[in-house]
Structures are given as structure tokens and as C-alpha cells.
């Protein structure tokens, strides 16, 4: 009776929510706190560092910068934005707007960039602006309406197949590296075992904590542990340290860095649908369908990552902006909505941030990789596959996939919806066919799509 009690009492704070929006909002008084709410503020202030510090990497092997501390200093720089963007915003004056994370999918493309002759800054400063259009003119809110069930399912299971085997294969290199196979297939067996348990008694929303903890115990039996070299601090805020001295390439504003960046500054802003979709599916899927205002806004989301690409890329800052997918992933597990859990993600962050050492623990492989596999990407995949309920859903999922992996993750959703809208799926069972001016909308977004990709990958 009392896990039934539970469930009802977060179902009924989802149905009641209803905070101001662009207006100031009283934690307690315009939306409730829970112990729930913690869980997905941890599990997003591990994940932004690690994404970041990924970034921050990539960018220092492509630009040669050999500054130990480049990396490090950029994950407390960028977190350090991440959480007062996240508490400002997302908690008290746009309870409504996921908050802005990090755009990882583009965390491969940064060596083809660098090929191409990249500036970061130009490249931030475009997809800020680029963003910014969309958002105004309701592009995000667009995209939404005109994907249908099997094109969502198969964006879903596409990043979270990505996801896993992306995960996997660091996890599998850190281990035979030092020597820890056994390491290695324990982390699997007892992260698949947590994972069933935590479901069977609906204790889902543990599972990231329940990772982490596992992942440093187990480790420790094989005398592998986190190294702490942070210490305490803040943040370097200011940009020509960064630019000149830190990055040591420059500020770069001319017109042709611009020029250059822009194929790439364009297929930034034209993947961010496809993640903000498989997220939002979790949430609807999650939620009671009495809470539509709990589901995160997209347009407010991505006017908020849009400025806070311009605003991190000008103090010095490594990493591009998308929907905090750590954060909101496990925000949906634990069916709690944005306000609360935003401004402990918030706090979470910059105490991170000052003392340091919680940075070296969060990048630590064990715990990193178990917590994503588990944490993120296996619920993707419990979401995606639930949504294929007809022959028609499994067709365009498919097609979604195959694309995705042979060739490019958003031309395969593009392929997929313009597949899907098009009916080349017979008898797909839409009661609402789309309009012809919603037709030529999904036209359009595969025309820029593949013009975007092809463009990019002409530069390399």
C-alpha cells in the first residue's frame, strides 16, 4: 500500500504542475520537492562532467594543446554555466525548460572539424544564433508534430543502441588496459542484475545511484580507484586567458571562420530534434497523460541552449549545448518534474565545480560507463521498443536505424520521417493525415538535413 501511496503522490505533483512561466517561481510554493528529485540532479552533474571533459579532450587532440589542466578547468567552467543557467532558468523563472546539457552526438565530428579548419568560437556563436531563429519561430514545436509513432521509436532505439555499444567499447578499452577483463563482464552481469531487481519492486529510479556505488565497490576489490588530482577552486573566467593562452589559437571572429563553421553550425542545430524526441518520449511514456506540463517545452529548452552556447563558447568554453540528457532521462524514471530537481542539479553543480574532487570521481571509467549504460541508455531502449506496436511502427523504426548506423544518426531519422509521412509504409493507420504544408515542412527538413551532412563532410 505505501509504494502504491508513492506512486500516486508523484503522479497527482506531475498532474498539479503548473508553476509561472518567464515569471518568478518560489521553490515550495509554486512546485513540490521530493527525495525522487535528487536522484536525477546527481545523475546529471555526473554526466556534464564527463560529456564535457570528452569534448574538452577531443578539442585539445585536434588542436595539439598539451596543458594538463585544459580539460579540468574547462568541466569546472562549463559546469560552473551549466548550473546557474540551470538554477536562473529552469528553476525559478522557466520552470517549464529542460535545462540546456550537452550536445554529445557532436563529440565525434570535433576531429573532422578541426580537419576543416574549425574555430570553436565562431562555431558556438553560430549555433547560438542559428538556435535562437528556430526557437522564434517555432521550429522545434514543428518537428514534434510531424513525427509520427514508428519515426520516434526508431530515433530511441537508435541513440540507445549508440549509446550502449559506444559505452560498451570505452568500458571494454579502459579494462583490457589495466588488465581488468574480469572487471570488465562483472560490471555487466551485476549492472543487468541491479537493473531487473530495481524494476521488479519499482525502484527504478535508483538505478544511477545503485551504479555508482556498485561500480567504486567493485572496483575497489581489484584495487582500482578514482584519482583525485583537483582541488579546490573556481573557475578561470576570463576569455582571453582561455582564447590566447588556454586554447592558444586565438579569438578567430573573421569572416572566414564563420564561413567554415557554418555546415557544421547548421547540422548541430538540425540533430538537436531527434535527441529532444527520444527524451520526451520517455517523459510521455512515464508520465500520466493529465501531465502535459510537466513534459519539458521545446522551444523554451532550446532558446535556453541557445543562449547558453553563445554565453559559454565566449568566456572560453569547450563543449556545444543540447538537452541535458542525463539530467532528463532519469527525470522521467523518477517521474518528478523540471523546477525542484533543476535547481538541486544547479547546486549539485557548482559544489562540484568548487571542490574538484567529485570531478575525478565522476570521470572515474568504472562508474562513468555502468552509470550510462544502465542509467540512460537501457531505458531508451525499454522505451523505443515499447512503442512498436504495429508492423507499419516496426518498418519505419527500422529503416531509422539501418540509416542511422550505415551512414549519419540524423539523416537516418530524416530518411525515416520523410518515409514515414510520405506513406511509404502502407496502411499506417493515422487517423490525422498531415496537411500538404506539413508535408512540404518534412520535404524541407530532409533537403536541409542531407544538405548540412553533405556540406560537412565536403570540408573534412
Known amino acids: 500500500m ?15 504542475y503548473g508553476p ?8 515550495f510554493k509554486d512546485y513540490s520537492f521530493r527525495v525522487e528529485d535528487i536522484v536525477p540532479a546527481l545523475s546529471g552533474a555526473i554526466g556534464k562532467i564527463s560529456l564535457v571533459a570528452a569534448f574538452a579532450g577531443a578539442w585539445a587532440a585536434g588542436f595539439n594543446i598539451s596543458d594538463p589542466s585544459f580539460a579540468t578547468e574547462n568541466v569546472r567552467l562549463e559546469i560552473f554555466v551549466a548550473s546557474i543557467f540551470a538554477i ?6 522557466n520552470p517549464y525548460a529542460g535545462p540546456p546539457g550537452t550536445h554529445a552526438a557532436l563529440i565525434p565530428m570535433v576531429p573532422a572539424m578541426v580537419a576543416a579548419g574549425v574555430h570553436p568560437l ?6 547560438g544564433i542559428l538556435g535562437l531563429g528556430a526557437s522564434i519561430f517555432k521550429y522545434f514545436e514543428k518537428v514534434v508534430a510531424i513525427n509520427r ?6 530515433v530511441i532505439l537508435l541513440s540507445g543502441f549508440i549509446g550502449i555499444s559506444s559505452s560498451l567499447e570505452n568500458l571494454k578499452n579502459w579494462s583490457s588496459k589495466n588488465e581488468a577483463q574480469i572487471l570488465f563482464a562483472l560490471i555487466l552481469v551485476l549492472g543487468i542484475i541491479l537493473y531487473i531487481a530495481l524494476n521488479k519492486f519499482k525502484l527504478k529510479w535508483l538505478i544511477i545511484p545503485a551504479c555508482a556505488l556498485t561500480a567504486i565497490l567493485i572496483s575497489s576489490c581489484f584495487s582500482i580507484f578514482p584519482e583525485f588530482k583537483t582541488g579546490i577552486g573556481f573557475p578561470i573566467i576570463n576569455p582571453s586567458e582561455w582564447w590566447n593562452e588556454k586554447w ?6 573573421n569572416a572566414g571562420n564563420f564561413v567554415k563553421a557554418l555546415p557544421f553550425a547548421l547540422l548541430a542545430v538540425v540533430m538537436w530534434p531527434p535527441d529532444a524526441l527520444a527524451i520526451r518520449a520517455i517523459a510521455e511514456a512515464n508520465y500520466p497523460k493529465e501531465a502535459k506540463k510537466a513534459v519539458f517545452d521545446m522551444n523554451s529548452t532550446y532558446f535556453l541552449a541557445s543562449i547558453r552556447d553563445i554565453a559559454g563558447v565566449l568566456l572560453g568554453g569547450a563543449q556545444i549545448a543540447a538537452v541535458w540528457r542525463s539530467f532528463m532521462i532519469p527525470l522521467a524514471t ?9 535547481l538541486m542539479l544547479g547546486i549539485f553543480g557548482l559544489t562540484f565545480g568548487i571542490l574538484g574532487f567529485p570531478i575525478d570521481m565522476a570521470v572515474f571509467p568504472p562508474l562513468l560507463w555502468m552509470v550510462l549504460i544502465f542509467g540512460v541508455y537501457v531505458p531508451l531502449v525499454e522505451v523505443g521498443l515499447a512503442n512498436l506496436k504495429t508492423s507499419e511502427t516496426i518498418s519505419a523504426a527500422i529503416v531509422c536505424i539501418v540509416a542511422g548506423i550505415a551512414i549519419n544518426p540524423v539523416l537516418g531519422w530524416a530518411i525515416s520521417l520523410f518515409a514515414e509521412n510520405f506513406g511509404f509504409f502502407k496502411n499506417s493507420g493515422e ?5 500538404k504544408k506539413d508535408l512540404f515542412i518534412t520535404a524541407f527538413f530532409l533537403i536541409i538535413t542531407v544538405a548540412a551532412f553533405l556540406f560537412a563532410n565536403f570540408l573534412k
Open 2 to 16: 505505501g509504494k502504491i501511496n508513492r506512486q500516486q503522490l508523484l503522479d497527482d505533483d506531475l498532474k498539479a
Open 20 to 27: 509561472k512561466k518567464w515569471r518568478i517561481n518560489i521553490p
Open 88 to 93: 536562473i532558468f529552469c528553476a525559478f523563472l
Open 122 to 127: 565562431p562555431l558556438g556563436i553560430l549555433i
Open 149 to 154: 509513432e514508428g519515426t520516434k521509436a526508431g
Open 248 to 253: 592558444g589559437i586565438g579569438w578567430g571572429l
Open 334 to 342: 523518477v517521474k518528478r518534474p523540471i523546477g525542484a530537481s533543476a
Open 431 to 435: 487517423k490525422n493525415p498531415l496537411s
